[in-house]
């Protein structure tokens, strides 16, 4: 299986940018299609999507969530980080079956 | 507006069996795969299983194939879940999501919860 590895917590100061990482145990892209997607998740909802193939930004997501890129390490941005995106965020590929997920990076205020 | 509503979950003793279902609104079901994804307590996410859209092809994870069994009704919108054989270590919520073709999930239903314990 592909594991995906993200730092557990990062803390931020509002209006500062974060940026989550994830790292690939093999490659998850094929030609240019990056198969990597990105999920925010607040306690007690359902996961979220926000980016899909590394770098769109998914229906109804600000703008002040990016992604970038390729092959086994890719960035979640928030720029600036708002107090609604106080949350955990998942990385997942799409490459290999099964389909993984990293264990979540926790978005804390410093 | 895509609504995905999970029910069927609760309390199972390890050994017995539970269904769950899905019930899609807000698009045409029969054109998405769909997936489960559940999420133990405190933990992180983990895909289940995947069936096509319209049903012919369906995958698992390895620890809970031959024991769980996707299905779905195109003609009533709805999702299943078969699961069987069921053990402790399959207590989490489990998510009903739509694949949105590159096999990320980009509607995901508020979750059911099933514990399984004597």
């Known amino acids: 299986d592909i594991v995906l590895t993200q730092s557990p917590v990062l803390a931020v100061s509002l209006g500062q940018r974060a940026t989550i990482s994830c790292r690939a145990s093999q490659s998850v892209s094929i030609s240019s299609i990056n198969l990597m997607h990105w999920y925010q998740q607040k306690p007690g909802q359902q996961p979220k999507l926000l980016i899909y193939r590394a770098s769109n930004l998914a229906s109804g997501i600000p703008a002040r969530f990016s992604g970038s890129g390729s092959g086994t390490d890719f960035t979640l941005t928030i720029d600036p980080v708002q107090a609604d995106d106080i949350a955990a965020y998942y990385c997942?590929?799409?490459?290999?079956?099964?389909?993984?997920f990293g264990a979540g990076t926790k978005l804390e205020l410093k | 507006e895509v609504q995905l509503v999970e029910s069927g979950g609760g309390l199972v003793q390890p050994g017995r069996s539970m269904k769950l279902s899905c019930a899609a609104s807000?698009?045409?079901?029969?054109?998405?795969?769909m997936a489960w994804v559940r999420q133990a307590p405190t933990k992180g996410l983990e895909w289940v299983a995947t069936?096509?859209?319209?049903?012919?092809?369906?995958?698992?994870r390895d620890s809970v194939k031959g024991r769980f069994t996707i299905s779905r009704d195109n003609a009533k919108s709805t999702l299943y879940l078969q699961m069987n054989s069921l053990r402790s270590e399959d207590t989490a919520t489990y998510y009903c999501t739509r694949d949105f073709g590159d096999g990320g999930y980009d509607y995901w239903g508020q979750g059911v919860m099933v514990t399984v314990s004597s």
């Open positions: 997942q590929q799409s490459r290999e079956s099964p389909n993984t």
């Open positions: 807000g698009f045409t079901f029969s054109n998405y795969g």
């Open positions: 069936i096509s859209y319209d049903g012919s092809s369906t995958y698992y």
